[in-house]
């Protein structure tokens, strides 16, 4: 039973234009929500969280919003660039403990 | 600030040997936790250490793997025997501790591949 849903394997998204990454969750314990980049070879790299106090979260071209109710977020670049493209995981945890990835989104960039 | 270090990077292996990674998270971080990255797939937990205190090894597959943190920094990984379903990416993160809202940071893995 996936707890945390990546619905779509996959993305392109011309360069400049936004990039909208969904994530799904369906426990409603979880009370912490990440996003993570990986490039191939490297480890997943720490993009952006949001606790579930806040519905919003922005840290320059990269927004989260988190919709409790529907049990979604979803992460926004903008403008994408050609060196976003890679694949992003949504994680979410509670009480600090057990992180639960998704299986994860691929971007592609297009110049 | 130095990252999660992890060697080796890459493993082959017969499937029936055993193997070990090691980890060093980053400096002052109280936790630390082993995932397995199978192709495709978002990382799974295996382990979680809270210093040298095992907080969750509940998807830890016991009969062959195991883990320890000894002195609450190095962690190591054993895999005896090896199967050929273990070919993943073993990933370790390490983060400032659970009483935290703190996000985990990765090392850059151990590819194994069991033949």
Known sequence: ?111 | EAGVAQSPRYKIIEKRQSVAFWCNPISGHATLYWYQQILGQGPKLLIQFQNNGVVDDSQLPKDRFSAERLKGVDSTLKIQPAKLEDSAVYLCASSLGQTYNSPLHFGNGTRLTVT
């Not at chain 1, 993305?11 to 191939?40: A, H």
């Not at chain 1, 720490?46 to 919003?56: M, R």
């Not at chain 1, 109710?69 to 992460?75: G, I, P, R, V």
């Not at chain 1, 493209?85 to 971007?107: E, H, I, M, W």
């Open chain 1, 1 to 111: 039973d996936q707890q945390v849903k990546q619905n779509s394997p996959s993305l392109s998204v011309q360069e400049g234009r936004i990039s909208i990454l969904n994530c799904d969750y369906t426990n409603s314990m979880f009370d912490y929500f990440l996003w993570y980049k990986k490039y191939p070879a490297e480890g997943p790299t720490f993009l952006i969280s949001i606790s579930s106090i806040k519905d919003k979260n922005e840290d320059g071209r990269f927004t989260v919003f988190l919709n409790k109710s529907a049990k979604h977020l979803s992460l926004h670049i903008v403008p994408s660039q050609p060196g976003d493209s890679a694949v992003y995981f949504c994680a979410a945890s509670s009480y600090g403990q057990n992180f639960v990835f998704g299986p994860g989104t691929r971007l592609s960039v297009l110049p």
